[in-house]
């Protein structure tokens, strides 16, 4: 939190030392109103308790590295905006595709050809013209993101804690590099749980009386980092046959046990769980993941 000449001076004047605090844990302690007086008598307040958590400051090479992710989520909203637009616009001459990225490029080379793959015209020539913007800002985002990519794939290279990272499954060189830029120190968790429960990824509890009771995730904390470890469970859970190390047998093995409906993305998101955990370990203890055969 960036704190300003006027609250900075009420925090000198009562005689403390002026720390970084994150607003989440400001709030609790504001009772009324709002002015420098009441937050710098909130921030003493909230560093004057004993399991308080202070945020370093970052510096710039972080807060730059940080930037270049928030530009490619930016980008990539776009880039999946000006598809759907795309889609929308093709279907209203009747050219429809099943959902998924692969197709909408499909339909996007349709708009720049005009015809498919019999050498049918499904799209005519004055369509194809209207459609072009669209088509030439979906290719620019596509190549804004590639150099993107490759910036973050360079930078990995360099990273032994990301290098090590990797050997997760699930976990490539943009979600390395997100987690080594956000976490500058994982010992400030006490266990891989908490680190978990920092991503949103544990159970919501509603407790009392000495009984358990728990719901579904909190989706609370870093929702990027959140996206990423469920995305790329997903692309685990989809891409395990042929791999016989523990985590993925776990993953098979729950996947076989629900009955659910929604059974394969409630297994992602336990097998994003596990991976936050062994993601904390690495982290923490070092070493890289064994993806060895295990017995069955």
């Known amino acids: 939190m960036l704190i300003g000449p006027s609250l900075g001076r ?19 302690y504001v009772r009324r109103n709002k002015n420098d007086a009441v937050d710098a008598a909130a921030i ?7 399991s308080q958590r202070f945020v ?23 880039r999946t905006a000006a598809l759907n637009a795309l889609r929308g616009h093709l279907a209203e001459i009747g050219v429809i595709a099943p959902q998924g990225v692969q197709h909408a490029y499909d339909l996007k080379r349709l708009a720049v050809d005009g015809f498919d793959e019999y050498g049918e015209v499904v799209v005519p020539d004055c369509v194809r013209v209207a459609l072009r913007p669209l088509v030439s800002q979906v290719d620019a985002l596509d190549a804004a993101i590639g150099a993107i990519d490759n910036e973050i794939a360079m930078s990995v290279k360099a990273d032994e804690t990301a290098k090590r990272l990797m050997t997760v499954p699930g976990v490539g060189p943009v979600t390395a590099s997100a987690i080594v830029a956000t976490i ?10 908490e680190f978990a429960a920092f991503l949103g990824l544990t159970p919501r509890q509603s407790s009392t009386g000495g009984k358990p009771r728990l719901g579904r995730v909190t ?16 692309s685990t859970l989809s891409h395990r046959k042929g791999h016989n190390d ?46 060895r055969p295990v017995a069955a």
């Open 10 to 28: 009420q925090l000198l004047t009562l005689g403390f030392e002026v720390r970084l605090i994150p607003p989440a844990h400001v709030k609790p």
């Open 44 to 50: 003493c307040e909230a560093a004057g308790r004993p």
């Open 56 to 78: 370093p400051v970052r510096s710039i090479e972080n807060q730059a590295e940080l930037m270049r992710h928030r530009a490619r989520e930016l980008l990539a909203g776009q």
């Open 184 to 193: 500058q120190d994982m010992g400030d968790f006490a266990s891989g749980r």
């Open 219 to 234: 989706k609370m904390g870093d929702r990027y980092l959140r996206k990423l470890l469920v995305v790329g469970a997903c």
């Open 246 to 291: 523990a985590l993925r047998r776990w993953a098979s093995g729950m996947l076989e046990r629900k009955t659910v409906r929604d059974k394969f993305k409630l297994t992602a998101v336990a097998l994003a769980n596990k991976v936050a955990r062994i993601v904390f370990v690495l982290m923490t203890r070092g070493g890289q993941y064994d993806d």
